[in-house]
């Protein structure tokens, strides 16, 4: 596999700490996938998000971008963080400038385009996210959510090859998350690498086709999500949970599943669902259950 990003035995001990935050790390990113980090508090996603930035620097180990070791000259760090894109878990951490539109164009800015290209990318980024409207407020007057994907507008307008989200859908309602899926969906779609720590399970369910599980700053596992939740015992061994629809998946009888792709997706399950019992969706059981409510009522 080709990888767009990789940490080879990364040991980081952050000053003062009894414990090691990563301690002989390796993990890779695939060029071109869509990965989760997944992992309880503590267990390292952050701080390995930091060196794939070069914002912290290996104690041990080495990072590789493109199959090449990092160096950590300023030219070269430089070169790195314009293809390596960081949203931050805290967006306080990443927004420096007084509204949405002059944080995100200051990026940009940085790299010498020109000023039309820069208000042409500047439009659509906003617009993408449901931005335009905020894009003068001061950004202390936003709210958590509005911050967050400010922070993310910022990083998406860079284009950069790789994009890493430190935790993107916390604090954002169902209609920001969506958003920030399909926005997330469009750069996949151009070739690029998306990486997301998040502690949403089903999230990472239904959206990843690769998965990363840290604990205690080692990589507890890599693979797919179908071959990662497949055992719910040594996920709950490192206190992760099962998302609920391999939960479901792996609670019906044998017969059912034998030989099926678990569906990851609560569309695919109810097809998969409604293909195994023969029956078509005229015959739902929620439909019935509001006859039957409404002839309740009219008797009474
Ligand atoms: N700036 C820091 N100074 C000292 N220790 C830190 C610092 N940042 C993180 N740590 C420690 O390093 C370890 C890993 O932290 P990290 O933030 O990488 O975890 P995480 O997986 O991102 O957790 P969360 O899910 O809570 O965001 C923890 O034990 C944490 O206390
Ligand atoms: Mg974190």
């Given at each position: 596999m080709d990888y767009s990003l990789a940490l080879e035995n990364v040991v980081f001990h952050y000053p003062d700490m009894a414990e090691p935050a990563l301690r002989d790390l390796t993990v890779r990113f695939p060029k071109g996938c869509k990965t989760a980090v997944l992992g309880h508090n503590g267990s390292g996603k952050s701080t390995l998000f930091l060196h794939a930035v070069g914002l912290l620097r290996p104690q041990k180990g080495m990072v590789l971008q493109a199959g090449a070791p990092v160096s950590y000259a300023k030219k070269e760090l430089a070169a790195l963080?314009?293809?390596?894109?960081?949203?931050?878990?805290?967006?306080?951490?990443?927004?420096?400038?007084?509204?949405?539109?002059?944080?995100?164009?200051?990026?940009?800015?940085?790299?010498?385009m020109e000023e039309a290209e820069i208000e042409a990318r500047c439009a659509a980024v906003l617009d993408r996210l449901s931005l335009s409207a905020l894009k003068d407020k001061p950004v202390h007057q936003l709210s958590l959510g509005q911050k967050k994907r400010t922070a993310l507008a910022g990083v998406m307008a860079m284009e950069p090859e790789l994009i890493l989200l430190d935790e993107p859908t916390s604090y954002l309602d169902p209609v920001s998350e969506a958003q920030l899926l399909d926005g997330l969906d469009s750069i996949h779609r151009t070739g690029r690498t998306v990486v997301m720590a998040t502690h949403d399970m089903n999230l990472a369910y239904r959206w990843a086709d690769w998965i990363i599980v840290l604990d205690q700053g080692v990589c507890h596992a890599a693979g797919t999500p179908e071959a990662i939740f497949a055992g719910r015992e040594a996920l709950q061994a490192i206190g992760l949970e099962l998302p609920l629809l391999a939960e479901?998946?792996?609670?019906?009888?044998?017969?059912?599943?034998?030989?099926?792709?678990?569906?990851?997706?609560?569309?695919?399950?109810?097809?998969?669902?409604?293909?195994?019992?023969?029956?078509?969706?005229?015959?739902?059981?929620?439909?019935?259950?509001?006859?039957?409510?409404?002839?309740?009522?009219?008797?009474?």
């Amino acid at each position: 596999m080709d990888y767009s990003l990789a940490l080879e035995n990364v040991v980081f001990h952050y000053p003062d700490m009894a414990e090691p935050a990563l301690r002989d790390l390796t993990v890779r990113f695939p060029k071109g996938c869509k990965t989760a980090v997944l992992g309880h508090n503590g267990s390292g996603k952050s701080t390995l998000f930091l060196h794939a930035v070069g914002l912290l620097r290996p104690q041990k180990g080495m990072v590789l971008q493109a199959g090449a070791p990092v160096s950590y000259a300023k030219k070269e760090l430089a070169a790195l963080r314009r293809r390596v894109g960081l949203v931050f878990q805290d967006p306080e951490q990443q927004l420096i400038l007084s509204t949405p539109l002059e944080d995100i164009s200051f990026g940009l800015r940085g790299t010498g385009m020109e000023e039309a290209e820069i208000e042409a990318r500047c439009a659509a980024v906003l617009d993408r996210l449901s931005l335009s409207a905020l894009k003068d407020k001061p950004v202390h007057q936003l709210s958590l959510g509005q911050k967050k994907r400010t922070a993310l507008a910022g990083v998406m307008a860079m284009e950069p090859e790789l994009i890493l989200l430190d935790e993107p859908t916390s604090y954002l309602d169902p209609v920001s998350e969506a958003q920030l899926l399909d926005g997330l969906d469009s750069i996949h779609r151009t070739g690029r690498t998306v990486v997301m720590a998040t502690h949403d399970m089903n999230l990472a369910y239904r959206w990843a086709d690769w998965i990363i599980v840290l604990d205690q700053g080692v990589c507890h596992a890599a693979g797919t999500p179908e071959a990662i939740f497949a055992g719910r015992e040594a996920l709950q061994a490192i206190g992760l949970e099962l998302p609920l629809l391999a939960e479901l998946w792996h609670s019906l009888p044998l017969r059912l599943t034998a030989g099926r792709m678990a569906p990851r997706n609560a569309e695919d399950f109810k097809a998969m669902l409604n293909g195994m019992l023969g029956e078509g969706p005229e015959e739902r059981q929620a439909d019935w259950l509001i006859e039957d409510y409404t002839r309740t009522g009219e008797r009474e």
